[in-house]
């Protein structure tokens, strides 16, 4: 068994318990990982609970150049009030925007391609030095998450770790509810998932929570979270 399978179990060892994985996934990687955050409708949660473990722990946020003001606005309060120290802007190199979409309207006519451009390559390049990454993501969030394992082996050395995989949207309002947390101000207004603000709209109560996303398109996910192998 490798070192990285004996930490895969050590993980799995605090079951589905989302303090109890994300303290153990710290404690297991110490300076070896880092988590990801989009600043959206949920992210509130799994924040406070790393800001409740280890508050320095790196915080990566991809900074598309194409938010929301209210999601740079929202990012920048709720690290402040949750005293999280090392929240990192993780941007597209500025050549490859200028040389694959100088105009910014690539989303427009091959969003998978701003995806790749905008989000999967600044963030393969920001988790290098990390073996271990930590998500907000959730089964309850879309019929493409239903069977996510709550650890995502990548088949090369590194994982993804999913605290809150097996929470529904009644404990994600009920934690931040306790906490008294701040919400993202377009949660209130319809957007129960939030993403660049020209591949976002807002979604009916019947909607899927995701809907809003790329809607009318054949795409359900940007890329940066492909099945483990």
């Known amino acids: 068994m490798s070192l990285t399978s004996d930490k895969i179990s050590t993980i799995k060892r605090a079951g589905d318990d989302a303090r109890a994985v994300l303290r153990s996934a710290l404690e297991t990687f110490p300076g070896d990982v880092a988590v990801l955050s989009s600043f959206g409708a949920e ?3 799994l924040l ?3 800001a409740d473990i280890a508050p320095a722990t790196p915080i ?4 598309t150049g194409q938010h929301f003001p209210e999601t740079l606005e929202y990012r920048q309060a709720l ?3 949750l005293g999280l120290t090392d929240v990192r802007d993780i941007r597209p190199a500025p050549d490859a925007l200028k040389n694959r979409d ?3 309207q690539l989303w427009a006519f091959d969003p998978d391609a ?4 905008r989000k999967v390559e600044p963030l393969d390049l920001a988790t290098l030095p990390f073996h271990a990454l930590i998500t907000g993501r959730k089964r309850s969030q879309a019929s493409t998450r239903q069977r996510m394992e709550i650890v995502e082996p990548n088949g090369e ?6 605290p809150l995989a097996t929470w ?3 404990d994600l309002d009920e934690e931040i509810d306790r906490r008294s947390l701040p919400r993202h101000p377009l949660s209130l207004h319809g957007y129960p998932s939030i993403g660049c603000a020209p591949c976002t709209r807002a979604v009916g109560e019947d909607e899927d929570p995701r809907a809003g996303r790329w809607a009318g398109l054949n795409k359900t996910e940007c890329g940066i979270h492909r099945p483990a192998l």
């Open 79 to 81: 690290a402040k009030q």
């Open 157 to 162: 050395g590194r994982i993804k770790i999913n």
């Open 114 to 117: 701003c995806c790749q451009l």
């Open 48 to 50: 406070s609970l790393v």
């Open 168 to 170: 529904s949207a009644a």
């Open 60 to 63: 990566l946020f991809l900074e």
């Open 43 to 45: 992210s509130a949660a």
């Open 102 to 104: 100088p105009e910014g």
